[in-house]
């Protein structure tokens, strides 16, 4: 199923046709309503005129997230403050958050952009969505409340938090979509089988997991345990919130809903476009946006584009799974190293979970890295020998996999320290500056 | 043949603690303790009255906990006994992992708590050297 076959699956010339004329609008209305925007095209000076054709996007200049939160709370906006119907902010762990202002028109769009996404992941008008994203400021909880009004599934706005009640709800209500973090459906899993429910006693068929970064090898850990599509849901607060993309039941990356945004793939040190296949740093134009348009804006977030139509018929640009961010890269002893890289390796040791802890430390001049890994029964053994030898041979996994020594501690399960639902996996202790 | 629980201990300030609030709570009693440790964690080993409620009571709290056979001998509380019970372990060739100790009110031997790498091996060596094997209700009772 499609949700909207017209944009979902447009011809390459009129989309490109399409999003032209919706760049050279929304360039124009910023220039015209944002004075960040006129300030900043006139630095490099550009009129809006100069947009004549997709690839001319290039001579505008990035938004950045400082930019963002220096037009804190509301300079950003484009619109009069009574078209403005809803707010939305980031979780400001790393500073001031950043502010996110919705028209009647823009909650549409995301309301469209998450129907999409449901249907994609195999959803109906009678599913019943256990949506344990957090309601409040944060875009995770109503951005999925929106999509699913608008595809006339029923929305349970559990919100995140309270897992007893969570299971107790998704066994007595038979939820069949369940949407939140990875970490959290991961936490969700452990508590069932605790409790002593196996998948028979639930009714989930997908999950539209999101707002964290995980790998493949935690997907096929997430489907066993659920017996569901586990599918990556992205988006961004800044841009509009989850929806942005989504993949379909091909998983084989994320489609992009380029009718409404617009990316490129830069490297984040040149800042040069990259060619499509390349891998690099996502930026994103919103071009139907009118309370807060955002032109260029610097996600972070490394991946690449693919062009090709998609199995499943769509033939809207495919993104890669989120594999790191330019900010979450650590330079250890000078390796570069992802925090996903250690991940992977631990899923593919028997006995090991998903949770895990990396932490940072500067002993003289030397940086060191401790990888927490949770012991399980099955891990535990009565001997000290036998635990340290499984940390000494986790120890070097890692080291083959990332080419690092590191240190590897096992801790007792469920003390992970987390975020808004979303798992903290890295704590840089290296005083830096 | 007595069970033992071996619990995992982070290394972090009040696991201990937790681990044994959580037993005296639930009105569990511990009869012998012994603790192994590293610099990164530790394992807390018990022989206590009820080893499967101690054990729900535990993991109910998040620990991980594992049952273990163990051998509890009874030696005479003096110089030569415990040298007594690793000489028949020695001659029979069997693997020490590790020993912990303690003195019993009611009487006046000492009960030393073995963790062979064979139970069945042990059992047969220490019976055939004439060694006071206790059972878990002895244990129990003690």
């Given at each position: 199923m499609i949700w909207n076959e017209k944009y979902e699956c447009m011809d390459n010339e009129s989309k490109k046709e399409l999003q032209l004329r919706r760049l050279q609008n929304i360039v124009k209305f910023v220039y015209e309503n944002v004075q960040f925007y006129k300030r900043h095209f006139d630095d490099v000076r550009v009129k809006p005129e100069d947009i004549q054709e997709l690839k001319d996007i290039e001579k505008l200049p990035f938004t950045s997230k400082t930019d963002l939160r220096e037009t804190y709370p509301f300079a950003m906006f484009a619109v009069d403050d009574d078209k403005i119907v809803e707010i939305h902010t980031s979780s400001g762990t790393t500073g001031k958050p950043t502010v996110s202002?919705?028209?009647?028109k823009d909650i549409n769009i995301w309301a469209e952009i998450i129907a999409r996404a449901i249907i994609m992941a195999g959803g109906e008008n009678n599913d019943i969505i256990q949506n344990c994203y957090g309601y409040g400021l944060f875009t995770g909880g109503f951005g999925i409340h929106h999509g699913g009004r608008k595809v006339g599934a029923t929305v349970i706005p559990i919100s995140a938090g309270n897992t007893k009640r969570q299971i107790e709800v998704m066994v007595d209500f038979k939820s069949t979509i369940l949407t939140c973090t990875p970490s959290y459906a991961l936490y969700l899993s452990e508590f069932l089988e605790k409790e002593g429910y196996t998948s028979a006693d639930i009714n989930l068929k997908a999950g539209l997991f999101g707002a964290e970064m995980w790998t493949e090898e935690m997907r096929k850990d997430l489907e066993d345990r659920f017996n569901i599509h586990a599918l990556n849901i992205y988006g961004l607060t800044e841009i509009m919130g989850p929806g942005v993309a989504q993949e379909c039941l091909?998983?084989?990356g994320l489609h992009i809903s380029e009718d409404h945004f617009y990316p490129e793939i830069i490297d984040p040190d040149t800042l040069e476009v990259l060619e499509d296949g390349e891998k690099g740093e996502l930026v994103l134009t919103t071009i139907t946006?009118?309370?807060?348009?955002?032109?260029?804006?610097r996600t972070k977030d490394l991946?690449?584009?693919?062009?090709?139509?998609?199995e499943?018929?769509?033939?809207?640009?495919?993104?890669s799974r989120i594999t790191g961010r330019t900010d979450d890269m650590l330079k250890i002893r000078g390796v570069m190293i992802f925090p996903s890289q250690i991940e992977r390796t631990l899923l593919k040791i028997d006995g090991l979970t998903p949770n895990y802890q990396i932490v940072v430390t500067r002993e003289g001049n030397l940086d060191e890295l401790e990888v927490k890994v949770e012991t399980t029964p099955k891990i535990f053994s009565d001997k000290i020998k036998e635990l340290e030898e499984f940390e000494n041979k986790v120890a070097k996994r890692i080291h083959k996999e990332v080419g690092l020594r590191v240190n590897v501690t096992l801790?007792?399960?469920?003390?992970?320290?987390r975020s808004e639902g979303k798992a903290i996996r890295v704590t840089?202790?290296?005083n830096l500056n | 043949m007595i069970k033992q629980l071996s619990i995992f201990i982070e290394n972090k300030e009040g696991r201990l603690k937790k681990a044994i609030n959580s037993l005296s709570t639930a009105d569990i009693n511990i009869r012998a303790l012994s603790i192994a440790d590293t610099s990164k964690f530790g394992i807390l080993r018990l022989i206590v009255q009820d080893t499967a409620k101690a054990k729900g009571v535990l993991e109910e709290n998040n620990f991980i906990v594992k049952e273990t056979d163990v051998l509890a001998v009874e030696i005479p509380d003096e110089?030569?006994?415990l040298n007594e019970i690793l000489n028949i372990l020695d001659k029979s060739k069997i693997n020490l992992e590790y020993l912990y100790a303690f003195v019993s009110k009611k009487t006046d031997q000492a009960i030393v708590i073995i963790r062979v790498e064979n139970v069945e091996e042990g059992i047969k060596a220490l019976n055939e050297g004439n060694a006071n094997l206790l059972s878990q209700k002895d244990i129990e009772t003690f």
């Amino acid at each position: 199923m499609i949700w909207n076959e017209k944009y979902e699956c447009m011809d390459n010339e009129s989309k490109k046709e399409l999003q032209l004329r919706r760049l050279q609008n929304i360039v124009k209305f910023v220039y015209e309503n944002v004075q960040f925007y006129k300030r900043h095209f006139d630095d490099v000076r550009v009129k809006p005129e100069d947009i004549q054709e997709l690839k001319d996007i290039e001579k505008l200049p990035f938004t950045s997230k400082t930019d963002l939160r220096e037009t804190y709370p509301f300079a950003m906006f484009a619109v009069d403050d009574d078209k403005i119907v809803e707010i939305h902010t980031s979780s400001g762990t790393t500073g001031k958050p950043t502010v996110s202002g919705y028209t009647e028109k823009d909650i549409n769009i995301w309301a469209e952009i998450i129907a999409r996404a449901i249907i994609m992941a195999g959803g109906e008008n009678n599913d019943i969505i256990q949506n344990c994203y957090g309601y409040g400021l944060f875009t995770g909880g109503f951005g999925i409340h929106h999509g699913g009004r608008k595809v006339g599934a029923t929305v349970i706005p559990i919100s995140a938090g309270n897992t007893k009640r969570q299971i107790e709800v998704m066994v007595d209500f038979k939820s069949t979509i369940l949407t939140c973090t990875p970490s959290y459906a991961l936490y969700l899993s452990e508590f069932l089988e605790k409790e002593g429910y196996t998948s028979a006693d639930i009714n989930l068929k997908a999950g539209l997991f999101g707002a964290e970064m995980w790998t493949e090898e935690m997907r096929k850990d997430l489907e066993d345990r659920f017996n569901i599509h586990a599918l990556n849901i992205y988006g961004l607060t800044e841009i509009m919130g989850p929806g942005v993309a989504q993949e379909c039941l091909f998983k084989n990356g994320l489609h992009i809903s380029e009718d409404h945004f617009y990316p490129e793939i830069i490297d984040p040190d040149t800042l040069e476009v990259l060619e499509d296949g390349e891998k690099g740093e996502l930026v994103l134009t919103t071009i139907t946006r009118e309370g807060m348009p955002i032109i260029r804006f610097r996600t972070k977030d490394l991946t690449s584009l693919n062009r090709e139509k998609c199995e499943c018929g769509r033939t809207t640009v495919r993104m890669s799974r989120i594999t790191g961010r330019t900010d979450d890269m650590l330079k250890i002893r000078g390796v570069m190293i992802f925090p996903s890289q250690i991940e992977r390796t631990l899923l593919k040791i028997d006995g090991l979970t998903p949770n895990y802890q990396i932490v940072v430390t500067r002993e003289g001049n030397l940086d060191e890295l401790e990888v927490k890994v949770e012991t399980t029964p099955k891990i535990f053994s009565d001997k000290i020998k036998e635990l340290e030898e499984f940390e000494n041979k986790v120890a070097k996994r890692i080291h083959k996999e990332v080419g690092l020594r590191v240190n590897v501690t096992l801790v007792e399960p469920n003390n992970l320290p987390r975020s808004e639902g979303k798992a903290i996996r890295v704590t840089d202790e290296r005083n830096l500056n | 043949m007595i069970k033992q629980l071996s619990i995992f201990i982070e290394n972090k300030e009040g696991r201990l603690k937790k681990a044994i609030n959580s037993l005296s709570t639930a009105d569990i009693n511990i009869r012998a303790l012994s603790i192994a440790d590293t610099s990164k964690f530790g394992i807390l080993r018990l022989i206590v009255q009820d080893t499967a409620k101690a054990k729900g009571v535990l993991e109910e709290n998040n620990f991980i906990v594992k049952e273990t056979d163990v051998l509890a001998v009874e030696i005479p509380d003096e110089p030569t006994g415990l040298n007594e019970i690793l000489n028949i372990l020695d001659k029979s060739k069997i693997n020490l992992e590790y020993l912990y100790a303690f003195v019993s009110k009611k009487t006046d031997q000492a009960i030393v708590i073995i963790r062979v790498e064979n139970v069945e091996e042990g059992i047969k060596a220490l019976n055939e050297g004439n060694a006071n094997l206790l059972s878990q209700k002895d244990i129990e009772t003690f």
